[in-house]
């Protein structure tokens, strides 16, 4: 019995926070197509983008696609599964009952009984025959395939998705890409540091005039929450997140422990929807991640001591 045979099915649905025109161009590329003839799979009707698939093809297809952004499903192709063709056993049945003639590859000399095709080196017997008279006549190579040329049986080898690098590259100043965990803390406390900068240079212009000052502090303000705003994003997108989820911190309660979520959780393990994932960290990210350190402890020595200083406050005088 022949094994089941799949189909890859597209009714125009696509992935949660992929847009339209990203996935559009996905395909594009993937199929090598142009964009007018990848507009009407999207015409939220069933579209039967790959039939005929063993289940483990099917299931490559299945994670290309999806990368791609496109809402996909494996079927059982049931026109592909059914066939007159006879079993395994109907053909040995068929070789008793007949007496056994045998005949010479003429391609790789195996002897084998009679059919249409070699057991040994898989050619069509009648096509590469027809073949190899065809360059006879043109006298290319007495007849034979020129030395280095794709043989004619080869499957094709095209690819249906997109070669990721090893890593991605470290761009601060994009909400693409992913950076871990210690490289968004190196990177919160730089642009911590030129905050204060910013903010040092904008109080200098304050002591010249206000207008001065005051248009020199929303610059500067805005210039710092669009850069957090890009290394938060990368962040969530090495998590597998989507960017919006930033908009979580903005909520009472929720921001503090989700913030909380965002240095603690771990990265996707390989590439992921959002790109390849970052290079290692380097010794500077480590220093930089390390310092964080500092303020931390200062904080908990003060909430220690306050406390003492607190409780030895509401003890009676000896």
Same mark, same amino acid.
């Given at each position: 019995?022949?094994?089941?045979?799949?189909?890859?099915?597209?009714?125009?649905?696509?992935?949660?926070?992929?847009?339209?025109?990203?996935?559009?161009?996905?395909?594009?590329?993937?199929?090598?197509?142009?964009?007018?003839?990848?507009?009407?799979?999207?015409?939220?009707?069933?579209?039967?983008?790959?039939?005929?698939?063993?289940?483990?093809?099917?299931?490559?297809?299945?994670?290309?696609?999806?990368?791609?952004?496109?809402?996909?499903?494996?079927?059982?192709?049931?026109?592909?599964?059914?066939?007159?063709?006879?079993?395994?056993?109907?053909?040995?049945?068929?070789?008793?009952?007949?007496?056994?003639?045998?005949?010479?590859?003429?391609?790789?000399?195996?002897?084998?009984?009679?059919?249409?095709?070699?057991?040994?080196?898989?050619?069509?017997?009648?096509?590469?025959?027809?073949?190899?008279?065809?360059?006879?006549?043109?006298?290319?190579?007495?007849?034979?395939?020129?030395?280095?040329?794709?043989?004619?049986?080869?499957?094709?080898?095209?690819?249906?998705?997109?070669?990721?690098?090893?890593?991605?590259?470290?761009? =601060?100043?994009?909400?693409?890409?992913?950076?871990?965990?210690?490289?968004?803390?190196?990177?919160?406390?730089?642009?911590?540091?030129?905050?204060?900068?910013?903010?040092?240079?904008?109080?200098?212009?304050?002591?010249?005039?206000?207008?001065?000052?005051?248009?020199?502090?929303?610059?500067?303000?805005?210039?710092?929450?669009?850069?957090?705003?890009?290394?938060?994003?990368?962040?969530?997108?090495?998590?597998?997140?989507?960017?919006?989820?930033?908009?979580?911190?903005?909520?009472?309660?929720?921001?503090?422990?989700?913030?909380?979520?965002?240095?603690?959780?771990?990265?996707?393990?390989?590439?992921?929807?959002?790109?390849?994932? =970052?290079?290692?960290?380097?010794?500077?990210?480590?220093?930089?991640?390390?310092?964080?350190?500092?303020?931390?402890?200062?904080?908990?020595?003060?909430?220690?001591?306050?406390?003492?200083?607190?409780?030895?406050?509401?003890?009676?005088?000896?």
């Amino acid at each position: 019995m022949s094994e089941p045979r799949y189909k890859i099915v597209f009714d125009g649905e696509l992935l949660p926070n992929m847009s339209l025109d990203t996935v559009k161009d996905n395909f594009a590329r993937l199929f090598k197509l142009d964009p007018a003839r990848v507009e009407p799979l999207f015409g939220r009707r069933a579209v039967v983008l790959k039939r005929d698939l063993s289940a483990n093809d099917a299931d490559k297809y299945l994670s290309v696609l999806e990368r791609a952004g496109a809402l996909v499903r494996k079927e059982q192709d049931l026109a592909a599964s059914l066939t007159l063709a006879p079993t395994d056993e109907e053909k040995e049945e068929e070789a008793a009952a007949q007496p056994c003639e045998t005949m010479r590859c003429p391609k790789c000399g195996h002897e084998q009984p009679k059919s249409g095709e070699c057991s040994a080196c898989g050619i069509i017997i009648e096509k590469y025959l027809a073949r190899q008279a065809q360059q006879s006549q043109t006298g290319t190579n007495d007849g034979r395939v020129p030395a280095g040329s794709p043989s004619p049986y080869a499957p094709p080898q095209a690819r249906v998705s997109e070669e990721l690098p090893e890593f991605g590259e470290l761009r =601060p100043f994009t909400t693409d890409g992913r950076i871990g965990r210690l490289r968004y803390l190196a990177w919160s406390l730089v642009l911590a540091v030129a905050g204060a900068v910013l903010f040092a240079v904008a109080g200098i212009g304050m002591a010249i005039h206000v207008a001065v000052g005051s248009l020199l502090i929303a610059a500067a303000s805005i210039a710092l929450c669009v850069v957090a705003v890009m290394i938060g994003v990368q962040r969530l997108h090495d998590i597998g997140w989507s960017g919006w989820l930033l908009l979580l911190n903005l909520v009472p309660v929720v921001g503090s422990v989700f913030s909380l979520l965002m240095l603690l959780m771990p990265g996707s393990v390989g590439a992921n929807r959002y790109g390849p994932p =970052p290079p290692a960290n380097s010794t500077a990210v480590k220093v930089l991640a390390a310092l964080w350190l500092i303020p931390f402890a200062a904080l908990l020595l003060a909430l220690v001591f306050g406390g003492f200083a607190a409780i030895t406050g509401m003890l009676p005088p000896v």
